[in-house]
């Protein structure tokens, strides 16, 4: 290496990794709501008996999780947890109703928002003053998160409760919006407001969406971040990855799940059930290596696929030999995932007719249409199953914008 190289690189490496005086080490580092709120607003928690909505993703940087954190604010009280789905800890299977319970670690009732009840009921509120969510979304439609974060909202304000976003990265960064925008007669749990698949809010974006679109007359105040900007992917914030659910594990897995997903709504395996969950997909009446020579030749933008076999430990095909392909990303910031499950989903159809079969009502939820599917079903191509996204983008991104709260 030449001296002049050799200059250049130290000095480079001091300036950019040692901090300037008076400047944290942690500089670079995204710093969530909660720490926002502890190091700088805990005031506004004084005097206050709080209701926390959360999961196992309501961590500071150092993962201590908000309940020990909030415990520990002089003259607030926590009163009660809220849990969505998969419960408190994270450890409930997708769709499995969880009951209310005690807390072992703190002790502290936590009333279940996905079992019997899913929105706070007036008893589960009693004494409470504010209402405080803080869970890592995945900026996507069909996460129950954004319904369980809405029904608290719908709640609070019914009852008069301030509330308060403690909030979050969007983790497949907050630029990228893609999809199409769901229709009204397919409003569920997995799909409860008129937005793309893939929105690209923070929570807190969302929630202050949430609010007007739903004309809610309620409280509400955003606990920003600190050094988040909307091109920074998870990886790149410095935060650590905490599965958001038991079949998320990592960002990967978050990426691909966007457009695979889809195949919950057929009788194809997702995944679920290996250590790959939605990275792969297979049953066992498919030939791995003719799907993925299939898959590859539609030129497909940032992704390759390989054949792959495996045996579910749960879910479809539990126990089972199952073939399929494995998604590999290779440039996640031109790759579609919405489009690339749609077309797998329309290939493997064309492929075993015979095999394939559809549950109807939870894709066409998904979805977010009826189209869709009927389009897949009579051979149409993406561009015509997809022709109306365009100009309803648009139209969602112009009244996008006053929400956004980073550049």
């Known amino acids: 290496m030449s001296p002049l190289r050799f200059c250049f690189l130290f000095f480079f490496f001091l300036f950019r990794v040692c901090p300037l005086e008076g400047e944290s080490k942690d500089f670079a580092a995204v710093i969530p709501g909660i720490e926002v709120l502890i190091r700088q607003d805990s005031a506004y928690l004084k005097g206050k008996r709080l209701g926390l909505i959360t999961n196992q993703t309501g961590v500071d940087r ?18 009660s947890l809220f849990a969505p789905e998969h419960g408190i800890r994270g450890v409930a299977q997708a769709g499995e109703k969880v009951d209310s319970a005690v807390d072992p670690a ?18 589960m509120l009693e004494g409470i003053d504010l209402l405080v969510y803080d869970i890592q979304d995945m900026g996507l439609r069909f996460y129950t998160y954004i319904s369980t974060l809405a029904e608290c909202m719908k709640a ?14 969007a983790p497949l960064n907050g630029l990228q919006v893609e999809g199409n925008i769901l229709e009204e007669p397919f409003r569920s749990m997995v799909g409860p407001f008129p937005i793309p698949i893939r929105y690209g809010f923070t929570p807190g974006e969302l929630a202050l969406w949430i609010k007007d679109y739903l004309h809610l007359n309620l409280q509400l105040k955003v606990i920003q971040m600190k050094n988040w900007h909307r091109s920074l992917w998870y990886d790149e914030t410095g ?39 939605f990275e792969i997909l297979g049953a066992p009446w ?10 590859n030749a539609l030129g497909l933008a940032g992704v390759r696929f390989r054949p792959v076999s495996f045996s ?12 399929g392909v494995q998604i590999h990303v290779i440039d996640r910031n031109i790759y579609s995932p919405i489009q690339t499950g749609l077309k797998i989903v329309a290939l493997l159809r064309q492929m075993y007719p015979k095999d394939f079969t559809w549950l109807e009502k939870h894709f066409d939820r998904l979805a977010g249409n009826g189209t869709t599917r009927l ?33």
């Not at 997903?261 to 995944?271: A, I, K, M, Q, R």
């Not at 498919?286 to 898959?295: K, S």
């Open 62 to 79: 150092n993962l201590q999780h908000d309940v020990d954190l909030l415990r520990n604010v002089r003259g607030a009280q926590l009163v």
């Open 106 to 123: 703190s002790g502290l009732i936590v009333y279940s928002l996905y079992g019997k009840n899913l929105q706070p009921t007036p008893e």
């Open 156 to 169: 609070a304000a019914t009852n008069k409760i301030s509330f308060l976003v403690l909030d979050r990265p």
């Open 239 to 277: 935060l650590i990855w905490v599965p958001p659910s038991p079949n998320l594990p990592t960002l990967d897995s978050a990426l691909v799940y966007a457009g695979t997903c889809f195949l919950e709504g057929t009788n194809v395996s997702e995944g679920r059930g290996t250590a790959k969950p």
């Open 286 to 295: 498919i030939n791995g290596f003719h799907l993925a020579d299939r898959l």
């Open 312 to 323: 579910p430990n749960f879910s479809k095909f539990r126990g089972e030999i199952c073939q």
């Open 375 to 407: 389009g897949i079903e009579q051979g149409e191509t993406w561009d015509k199953i997809s022709s109306d996204w365009p100009l309803s983008l648009r139209q969602f991104l112009a009244q996008r914008e006053k929400y956004l709260l980073y550049p």
